[in-house]
């Protein structure tokens, strides 16, 4: 019966010791040894205290002792980490139970112990993730009592670390949202899933100070030491909502630039034409000359001017417009019915290199955009006659629409210029420069993105519009 115990203690992969009344040692198995550096059989007729911290020896003897008048079965330690000695002097997290073989003395005190030193590692790293992660954590049990919190967490909120751990999940709620609480979270833990709450509405929580701020909050079921709970996810989004707020006002005053261009400048501005022609009708042929018929010309076309920068402004307030409407289309046919409906004059030709593979997508501001960057091509070329190409490639999650030309190049001067309000390449340029910033603007504002290629295979101009091939969710 020796032999078995000796070859069962020896095959353990804890470790055994065993312990008699004065605190020597008496038996180690290799399991034991290996957690503490020791060669085996070396650690044989030593006091036990040689396994455990300096801070913890003197104290042990009492211990020792006690458990020797009423010997039992039992772990040490609960509740609390236990660290023994290794033979370097560091020291060793440990779980340990304890039990009793033997009577009289001849009793022993019979040790398991457990090296946790890897579990203890992965609890720190877990520790420092969780510590580190820049999203608030709140860990709460079935009854909605927190127990635990993350430092992102506490700080959001306001407060010290662990003040909030035994509290009710509802000190985090505005007052006016708690009653109602407790009967929405036993419904979650009913059904437990992931999810995000208050989708399509605002949700606010309750700073230390009385004051509320919005929040994103995603849940998760969680099952820690048998029981069950739920995790929280939880960003302020106080910024993104004056951000959100700021860039409404913004649009409300393009709104508003939008009403006075076509009102107020527009009315006045017919006015001037109107004033204009009847100053003409009213002078005698004989008062007109070459220099006063001249400057009636120009005043013409400077009115006509001035009216087609105010359509360019309006064009260029309603680019952002988001268009909700979808079709299914494929990137060559879309080309295709941009060259038939686009007057392309005779002497440019235009080759088209693009898959038929469909695709829904919203179509009429891709097609505007590359009709934009269509005319652009042909009105900037410099020449009579000369070749434009659209090719289209897939990149990731991207269609890639290519525009290229053979004609002017656009000088390195304007390159970082060349999508900005009423920019033009040169003085020489046709039109206001705007028709690029309206082109991207519509671009971007459907999830795409317009670029101006570094080199251009045909030695021209060369614009590329990285479009989704397919529409993401709107978290996304």
Known sequence: MQDMFLGIANAAPVGVL????????????????????????????????????????????????????????????????????????????????????????EALAVAFISDLSHK????????????????????TNADGTIVMTNPTLDEMFGY???????????????????????ALRASYMRAPEKRTMGAGRDLMALHSSGKEFPVEVALTPMTHADKTGSLAVVTDISVRKK?????????????????????????????????????????????????????????????????????????????????YRTELTSPRRLIEEILELTPVPPGFTVSIDATDQNFTTHKTPLQTGLRNLLDNAIRHHGGQSGRISFTVREEGRYFIFTVDDDGASIPESSRDKIF?????????????????????????GHG?????EAESPLGGACFSIFWPRFEMKEED
């Not at 034409?273 to 400057?295: C, F, G, H, R, V």
């Not at 795409?448 to 101006?452: D, I, K, Q, R």
């Open 18 to 105: 065993a312990i008699s009344r004065d605190g020597g040692i008496r038996f180690t198995n290799p399991a034991l040894c290996r957690i503490f550096g020791y060669a085996e059989s070396t650690l044989i007729g030593l006091p036990v205290e040689t396994l455990l911290p300096e801070t913890a020896q003197s104290g042990h003897r009492h211990l020792r002792q006690s458990f020797f008048a009423s010997p039992s079965s039992r772990g040490m330690g609960e509740g609390r980490t236990l660290f023994g000695r290794h033979a370097t002097g560091r020291l060793i997290p440990v779980e340990i139970g304890l039990g009793s073989t033997g009577e009289g003395d």
């Open 120 to 139: 203890k590692l992965s609890e720190e790293r877990f520790t420092a993730i969780v510590n580190a992660l820049p999203a608030g954590l709140v860990l």
């Open 160 to 182: 010290p670390a662990d003040v909030l751990h035994g509290q009710p999940i509802e000190v985090l709620l505005p007052t006016r949202s708690r009653a109602g609480h407790p």
């Open 243 to 323: 951000l959100e707020h700021a860039l409404l006002q913004a649009n409300a005053n393009l709104d508003e630039f939008t009403y006075i261009a076509s009102h107020d400048l527009r009315t006045p501005l017919r006015g001037i034409s109107d004033l204009l022609e009847w100053i003409y009708e009213d002078l005698p042929p004989a008062a007109m000359n070459d220099s006063i018929t001249k400057n009636f010309d120009r005043a013409r076309q400077r009115i006509a001017r001035t009216e087609r920068m105010i359509e360019d402004l309006l064009l260029y307030a309603r680019a952002s417009a988001r268009e």
């Open 420 to 444: 900005k309000l009423f920019h033009r390449a040169s003085g020489t340029s046709a039109g206001h420069g705007i028709g690029l910033s309206v082109t991207r603007r519509m671009i971007t």
């Open 448 to 452: 795409g993105t317009l670029v101006l």
